[in-house]
């Protein structure tokens, strides 16, 4: 993603509001870029998912959705998420 000026990329938005903000919601990156690079950037300042629009379909994304939704299974997801960054 280019920004804009004066806007901000995505990946400044993340850092944000993990490091910044302090904030836990998940994030999903919903984007046409297809890089390794830039998965494991996202994932790395904090991104719980990261689709590509041209290879996913609505019933995933809608599975996905419904995933992150639920406080019991956002809780499990940050849990691992954070033990894997520990360990």
Not at 4 to 25: A, C, H, M, N, Y
Not at 36 to 58: F, H, P, Q, R, W
Not at 62 to 84: D, G, K, T, W
Request: charged share 20%; aromatic share 12%.
């Amino acid at each position: 993603y280019l920004p804009s000026p004066g806007q901000s990329d995505g990946f400044e938005v993340i850092k944000t509001i993990r490091e910044d903000l302090k904030l836990t919601f998940p994030i999903v990156v919903l984007t046409n870029f297809v890089s390794e690079s830039l998965i494991d950037c996202a994932y790395t300042l904090g991104a719980n998912a990261y689709l590509v629009k041209t290879e996913i379909e609505a019933t995933h994304l809608e599975r996905i959705i419904r995933r992150f939704s639920n406080p019991f299974v956002r809780f499990h997801l940050s849990l691992s998420i954070f033990l894997s960054n520990r360990f």
